[in-house]
C-alpha cells in the first residue's frame, strides 16, 4: 500500500520526522493513522486489495512483536542485573578464592589459598617473596596428587618466628611433574571489599589489595 508524502503531511506527521533527526521509522500510532487514512481516502471503485492489505498488517505485527520482543529481553536483562547484585552485595567482608600471583597479608593474619595440579607432582613448594623479589618464606609441601592443594602462610619468615611485615606479597608455585620443574596456578583467598559495575561485564567484586575481579573470576567463596 503506497503512502503519499501529502497524506503523511496532512496528518503533521513529516514535521514530527522531521524534528526527530535520530528517527528514520515512523512509530505504531503513525502507521494506524496512515492506515485508516489510507482507508478513508481509497478509490471505492479499486479497494485495497486484501492480500495487500494483509501483507501490510503482518507486517505491522512483526515490528510490533520484535520491539515487545526486545522490551522482554530489556526487562529481563535489568531483573538479572539488580539479582545480581543483590548477590553480589552479600559477599562483601566474605572471602572470594580467585586466581593471583599476589596475596595480601593482613596485621596478624594469613595469606591462604590453594595450588592447581594437573597432574601428580613430587617437591611441590610455594615461594612467597616481598616486592623487591626477596624470598620471605619457602613452604615445602612434598608429593601431591592431581588436584588442588590448599595452603596457609601465617606471616612467620623462614626463621620460624620472625613475622612478616603486613601488606602485599608475590607467590609462586613449583613442582616435579614429569621429571620437570613446572610453575602451577595459585588461587588466593581476597577479602570483598566493594562490588562495582563494570558496565557490559556486569558487577565486579573489589578485593582487598588485589584489584577488581569480575564475578565469573570466582572460584569459590570461603
Known sequence: MAVDF??????????????????NQLKQDDFMKLLITQLKHQDPLKPQGSAEFLTQMAQ????????????????LAESTRKQ???????????????????????????????????????AVS???TDLKGKIVKTLELGEQAAGSVPFTWNGHQEDGET???PGLYHIRALGTVAGQSTALQ?????????????????????????????????????
Not at 60 to 75: A, H, P, R, Y
Not at 88 to 96: P, Q, T
Open 60 to 75: 505491522f505485527s512483526t515490528v510490533n512483536g520484535i520491539q515487545e520482543l526486545q522490551k522482554s529481553v530489556t526487562d
Open 6 to 23: 501529502n497524506t503523511v503531511k496532512t496528518l503533521g506527521l513529516a514535521s514530527r520526522q522531521a524534528a526527530d533527526s535520530g528517527r
Open 126 to 128: 610455594l615461594e612467597i
Open 163 to 165: 613475622l612478616a611485615q
Open 84 to 122: 545480581q547484585s543483590v548477590t553480589a552485595s552479600n559477599l562483601v567482608g566474605r572471602s572470594a578464592l580467585v586466581v593471583s600471583d599476589k596475596a595480601l597479608l593482613s596485621p596478624g593474619g594469613a595469606i591462604r589459598g590453594e595450588l592447581v595440579l594437573p597432574q601428580g607432582a613430587s
Open 186 to 222: 595459585t588461587r588466593v583467598a581476597s577479602t570483598v571489599d566493594s562490588v562495582s559495575l563494570q558496565g557490559n561485564q556486569g558487577l565486579g567484586l573489589n578485593l582487598a589489595g588485589l584489584g577488581s575481579y569480575s564475578l565469573q573470576d570466582m572460584h569459590a567463596i570461603l
